[in-house]
């Protein structure tokens, strides 16, 4: 009876062991200005309150389009706060992702009801709001882009253009299948896919929230002389439609738009659809198809050609054949590309007298820009938080993409053969900067000239500004630096202009400062006091290095400990001798009686016995008691 059992646990245990574990997609949606998670019908979506993700304020919202998420708060960034507003979302897993921002309006009645502003993904600009985005019958509320994430952070940015103060209502950051969307040639992890039309035909309203993706689906509400077929439909034709995904397509494509197609009629017989997009653009198309019209039931009964803008792209389209039957998905796509401003799409009948559609997308191919040194943009946030940058600067996101919003004081070259940003020029003079140069400075290893005359910055010039020998121009004058010159400047061998004149630096100009003269280089040393060692400055004595400098003061301060000691033993022996002489001014008149005694002893003595005295060598040494 055991063996049985134990046989089944070590199935179980084995089958556990090798069965790979199901990780569910990465989602985040924030409810920008909320500071309690929220949830909203239909499908119960977690949205997590706005907590440690950017700056700006809170404020409520007014939502203005029905097809934006029903939520109440939002987040606004004031222009004061700077030109760019970031989003930096950390711990993102690597993958493809589906990044949607809404947006919204502040019931402020004080406010700009519409601000127009641009955002960018991962330092791509995606897209450009426009007057009239607001309005309930607009469904551009919102912004959509498909972008690999590699770097495991996502970086979702507002830059301003003056129009108003840019207000956020959501952000969703959702992973869908890494080959979602694959358009063919061209398309990878340098491009971004951005979403510029999205209908689900036959349906008379929009769709938000239809399945459990959270996909937006514009409704097709100016075609509704055309037949419908399925629920939402406007005509008497009812049939609820069981729609299975065929095989081939990505299940990232959501069953719902599936229920519903638009078909043409006898008095229009080819169905026609125009779209605004920008010119000179690359857009990718995709068109869904699905057989739910129950008079269609094989192939052959339903044929047409895809025109798009005149060109032929798709001929004898059959989608019972094509999708493997009746009720069954079928996707085809295509790139193309405008150079004016429309998109005609064009279904024309060849066999049978209708055509049908069930949904289309269309998506602006947007090459991804390439980023700045990760290395030299955390240079660049060192030297922002030393200097105190002023918060109208912002310096949010990356300094040099998106080209259309650098940063302020910041100049960018970009390497065609790295492939990356890297900064080449800073201007930051007469702007009120405080506090002190980081050594990170040095990191900024591309830089060619850097402008911080007229400030109140302090402290030492780092010694590693050497390390930048790409440097042509450095400008530090009129501050408050102190010190000396490094001598790692002498290193600076494509300095053209160094002006450091106007601070309180000290002590010789580096030698090979010095020799640069002669090579037409323009150096500016006056207005510092202590400099010296150049014609132009004061003549400097001689030259000692530091461990000298230090080994005089020590002798020095040897020498004083010294005098100090002398003088200390020269002072307690002249009061000994001064104690010494007090003793003996007090003990003077015992001295001088005993003296008188001893004589008139010895006189005595010498006139008792004349003739019997001796010499006191004779009579040997007299006995004291």
Same mark, same amino acid.
Not at 122 to 131: A, H, I, N
Not at 146 to 172: K, M, N, Q, W, Y
Not at 400 to 406: S, Y
């Given at each position: 009876?055991?063996?049985?059992?134990?046989?089944?646990?070590?199935? @179980?245990?084995?089958?556990?062991? !090798?069965t790979?574990?199901?990780?569910?997609?990465?989602?985040?949606?924030?409810s920008?200005?909320?500071r309690?998670? @929220?949830?909203?019908? =239909?499908?119960?979506?977690l949205?997590?309150?706005?907590?440690?993700?950017?700056?700006?304020?809170?404020?409520?919202?007014?939502? =203005?389009?029905?097809?934006t998420? /029903?939520?109440?708060?939002?987040?606004?960034?004031p222009?004061?706060?700077?030109?760019?507003?970031?989003?930096?979302i950390?711990? %993102?897993?690597?993958?493809?992702?589906?990044?949607?921002?809404? !947006? $919204?309006?502040?019931?402020?009645?004080?406010?700009?009801?519409?601000?127009?502003?641009?955002?960018?993904?991962?330092?791509?600009?995606?897209?450009?709001?426009?007057?009239?985005?607001?309005?309930?019958?607009?469904?551009?509320?919102?912004?959509?882009?498909?972008?690999?994430?590699?770097?495991?952070?996502?970086?979702?940015? !507002?830059?301003?253009?003056?129009?108003?103060?840019?207000?956020?209502?959501?952000?969703?950051?959702?992973?869908?299948?890494?080959?979602?969307?694959?358009?063919?040639?061209?398309?990878?992890?340098?491009?971004?896919?951005?979403?510029?039309?999205?209908?689900?035909?036959?349906?008379?309203?929009?769709?938000?929230?239809?399945?459990?993706?959270?996909?937006?689906?514009?409704?097709?509400?100016?075609? +509704?002389?055309?037949?419908?077929?399925?629920?939402?439909?406007?005509?008497?034709?009812?049939?609820?439609?069981t729609?299975?995904?065929?095989?081939?397509?990505? +299940?990232?494509?959501?069953e719902?738009?599936?229920?519903?197609?638009?078909?043409?009629?006898?008095?229009?017989?080819?169905?026609?659809?125009?779209?605004?997009?920008?010119?000179?653009?690359?857009?990718?198309?995709?068109?869904?198809?699905?057989?739910?019209?129950?008079?269609?039931?094989?192939?052959?009964?339903? %044929?047409?050609?895809?025109?798009?803008?005149?060109?032929?792209?798709?001929?004898?389209?059959?989608?019972?054949?094509?999708s493997?039957?009746?009720?069954?998905?079928?996707?085809?796509?295509t790139?193309?590309?405008?150079?004016?401003?429309?998109?005609?799409?064009?279904?024309?009948?060849?066999?049978?007298?209708?055509?049908?559609?069930s949904?289309?997308?269309?998506?602006?191919?947007?090459?991804?820009?390439a980023?700045?040194?990760?290395?030299?943009?955390?240079?660049?946030?060192?030297?922002?938080?030393?200097?105190?940058?002023?918060?109208?600067?912002?310096?949010?996101?990356?300094?040099?993409?998106?080209?259309?919003?650098?940063?302020?004081?910041?100049?960018?070259?970009?390497?065609?053969?790295?492939?990356?940003? !890297? @900064?080449?020029?800073?201007?930051?003079? +007469?702007?009120?900067?405080r506090?002190?140069?980081?050594?990170?400075?040095?990191?900024?290893?591309?830089?060619?000239?850097?402008?911080?005359?007229?400030n109140?910055?302090?402290?030492?010039?780092?010694?590693?500004?050497?390390?930048?020998?790409?440097?042509?121009?450095?400008?530090?004058?009129?501050n408050?630096?102190?010190?000396?010159? /490094?001598?790692?400047?002498?290193?600076?061998?494509?300095?053209?202009?160094?002006?450091?004149?106007?601070?309180?630096?000290?002590?010789?100009?580096?030698?090979?400062?010095? $020799?640069?003269?002669?090579?037409?280089?323009?150096?500016?040393?006056?207005?510092?006091?202590?400099?010296?060692?150049?014609?132009?400055?004061?003549?400097?004595?001689?030259?000692?290095?530091?461990?000298?400098? @230090?080994?005089?003061?020590?002798?020095?301060?040897a020498?004083?400990?010294?005098?100090?000691?002398?003088?200390?033993?020269?002072?307690?022996?002249?009061?000994?001798?001064?104690?010494?002489?007090?003793?003996?001014?007090?003990?003077?008149?015992?001295?001088?009686?005993?003296?008188?005694?001893?004589?008139? %002893?010895?006189?005595?003595?010498?006139?008792?016995?004349?003739?019997?005295?001796?010499?006191?060598?004779?009579?040997?040494?007299?006995?004291?008691?």
């Amino acid at each position: 009876m055991l063996r049985p059992l134990s046989l089944l646990i070590f199935l @179980i245990v084995f089958l556990a062991a !090798f069965t790979p574990s199901y990780q569910a997609p990465y989602a985040l949606r924030i409810s920008c200005g909320a500071r309690n998670d @929220i949830h909203t019908a =239909p499908t119960n979506t977690l949205w997590y309150r706005d907590f440690g993700y950017s700056g700006g304020n809170f404020a409520n919202a007014t939502r =203005p389009s029905f097809i934006t998420p /029903p939520l109440n708060t939002l987040r606004y960034f004031p222009l004061s706060a700077g030109p760019e507003n970031c989003y930096h979302i950390e711990r %993102v897993p690597h993958g493809h992702y589906s990044v949607r921002v809404f !947006f $919204g309006l502040v019931t402020d009645p004080t406010f700009d009801n519409e601000p127009l502003f641009d955002v960018s993904v991962e330092g791509t600009l995606v897209y450009s709001l426009s007057s009239g985005w607001s309005n309930h019958d607009d469904e551009q509320a919102f912004v959509e882009a498909l972008v690999f994430l590699e770097d495991r952070t996502a970086s979702i940015c !507002f830059h301003s253009t003056g129009h108003g103060d840019p207000a956020i209502l959501s952000i969703e950051v959702l992973q869908v299948g890494n080959n979602a969307y694959n358009f063919g040639p061209g398309w990878g992890r340098g491009t971004i896919l951005r979403t510029h039309q999205r209908l689900s035909c036959g349906a008379k309203h929009p769709k938000f929230d239809a399945d459990y993706s959270g996909n937006h689906w514009g409704g097709d509400r100016f075609w +509704n002389s055309i037949n419908t077929f399925g629920q939402d439909s406007d005509t008497n034709l009812t049939t609820k439609n069981t729609i299975k995904l065929s095989a081939n397509v990505p +299940n990232y494509y959501p069953e719902a738009l599936y229920q519903t197609a638009l078909s043409s009629t006898d008095n229009q017989p080819d169905l026609t659809y125009t779209m605004d997009v920008d010119p000179n653009r690359n857009y990718s198309v995709w068109l869904h198809f699905s057989e739910i019209d129950p008079s269609v039931t094989k192939e052959g009964q339903r %044929v047409f050609d895809i025109i798009i803008n005149g060109d032929t792209l798709f001929q004898e389209v059959d989608i019972v054949k094509l999708s493997g039957g009746v009720n069954s998905a079928l996707v085809l796509n295509t790139t193309v590309t405008v150079s004016g401003r429309s998109l005609t799409i064009t279904l024309r009948s060849v066999k049978g007298s209708h055509t049908i559609i069930s949904a289309i997308e269309i998506f602006e191919i947007v090459k991804a820009e390439a980023k700045t040194e990760i290395s030299e943009v955390k240079a660049l946030q060192k030297l922002k938080s030393a200097l105190g940058l002023p918060l109208r600067f912002g310096w949010n996101g990356d300094p040099c993409v998106p080209q259309q919003h650098p940063w302020s004081g910041v100049d960018c070259q970009f390497d065609s053969v790295k492939i990356k940003w !890297f @900064i080449d020029g800073l201007g930051l003079d +007469n702007q009120g900067l405080r506090g002190f140069l980081p050594d990170d400075i040095s990191k900024l290893s591309h830089l060619q000239h850097m402008n911080l005359t007229q400030n109140s910055i302090q402290g030492n010039i780092p010694s590693s500004l050497g390390k930048i020998t790409s440097l042509e121009v450095l400008d530090l004058s009129y501050n408050f630096f102190n010190g000396s010159i /490094p001598e790692s400047l002498g290193g600076l061998t494509s300095v053209r202009i160094l002006n450091l004149n106007g601070n309180s630096l000290s002590g010789r100009v580096p030698a090979a400062l010095g $020799g640069r003269l002669l090579h037409r280089a323009s150096f500016n040393f006056t207005d510092n006091k202590g400099l010296c060692g150049i014609p132009g400055l004061q003549t400097c004595g001689p030259h000692l290095s530091a461990g000298a400098k @230090i080994g005089i003061a020590l002798g020095a301060c040897a020498g004083l400990l010294l005098i100090a000691t002398c003088l200390t033993c020269w002072w307690k022996r002249r009061q000994n001798i001064l104690r010494t002489q007090q003793i003996q001014a007090r003990g003077a008149p015992y001295a001088k009686a005993r003296t008188h005694f001893s004589r008139d %002893v010895q006189l005595a003595r010498h006139n008792n016995g004349h003739e019997n005295s001796r010499t006191a060598a004779e009579n040997g040494p007299i006995l004291l008691s």
